[in-house]
């Protein structure tokens, strides 16, 4: 233990809030809240005779400087694309009344993540419904049933 301990009321001089600081780099994305969230680039950092972070629009335009502490910075965080099922069999909890149908979430940087698509009873049947159509749609375009 450090021996310090952590005040626990802002009267105690702590800082509310759980989120580590962000700091971005330079090429970084980051979100403005002094601006109304707008985001843009980061061209400059605090530093060697700068006390700011310098941005600006992505693809040019107004430049602007945040204050060096990033505290009214905040990152940008990939954009979902889409979002295919997994090749595993569905799930279902009968104490929830509810399916699962494992997923694979694509982002607009490369990147993916696997989550679970739950699904009550009436999502269940709309979504047995709607790939029903989409089967029809394709056997449809196709010439009729195959």
Same mark, same amino acid.
């Given at each position: 233990?450090?021996?310090?301990?952590?005040?626990? =009321?802002?009267?105690?001089?702590?800082?509310?809030?759980?989120?580590?600081? @962000? #700091?971005?780099? =330079?090429?970084? !994305?980051?979100?403005?809240?002094?601006?109304?969230? *707008?985001?843009?680039?980061?061209? *400059? !950092?605090?530093? *060697?005779? $700068?006390?700011?972070?310098?941005?600006? !629009?992505?693809?040019?335009?107004? $430049?602007?400087?945040?204050?060096?502490?990033?505290?009214?910075? $905040?990152?940008?965080?990939?954009?979902?694309?889409?979002?295919?099922?997994?090749?595993?069999?569905?799930? #279902?909890?009968? $104490?929830?009344?509810?399916?699962?149908?494992?997923?694979?979430?694509?982002?607009?940087?490369?990147?993916?993540?696997?989550?679970?698509?739950?699904?009550?009873?009436?999502?269940?049947? =709309? @979504?047995? #419904?709607?790939?029903?159509?989409?089967? *029809?749609?394709?056997?449809?375009?196709?010439?009729?049933? !195959?």
């Amino acid at each position: 233990m450090s021996g310090r301990g952590t005040p626990h =009321l802002p009267s105690q001089g702590g800082a509310l809030g759980t989120a580590a600081p @962000f #700091y971005p780099k =330079l090429g970084d !994305l980051a979100r403005d809240t002094s601006r109304d969230g *707008e985001i843009g680039v980061v061209i *400059e !950092l605090p530093g *060697e005779g $700068r006390n700011t972070y310098h941005l600006v !629009l992505p693809g040019g335009g107004d $430049r602007w400087s945040a204050p060096n502490d990033g505290n009214t910075l $905040r990152p940008v965080h990939p954009q979902v694309t889409h979002i295919t099922p997994h090749k595993r069999d569905l799930t #279902y909890d009968s $104490r929830a009344e509810h399916g699962g149908l494992p997923v694979t979430v694509h982002f607009d940087d490369g990147g993916t993540t696997e989550s679970l698509l739950v699904l009550d009873p009436g999502q269940m049947e =709309l @979504f047995a #419904y709607q790939v029903g159509r989409v089967l *029809e749609m394709r056997d449809n375009d196709r010439g009729g049933l !195959l």
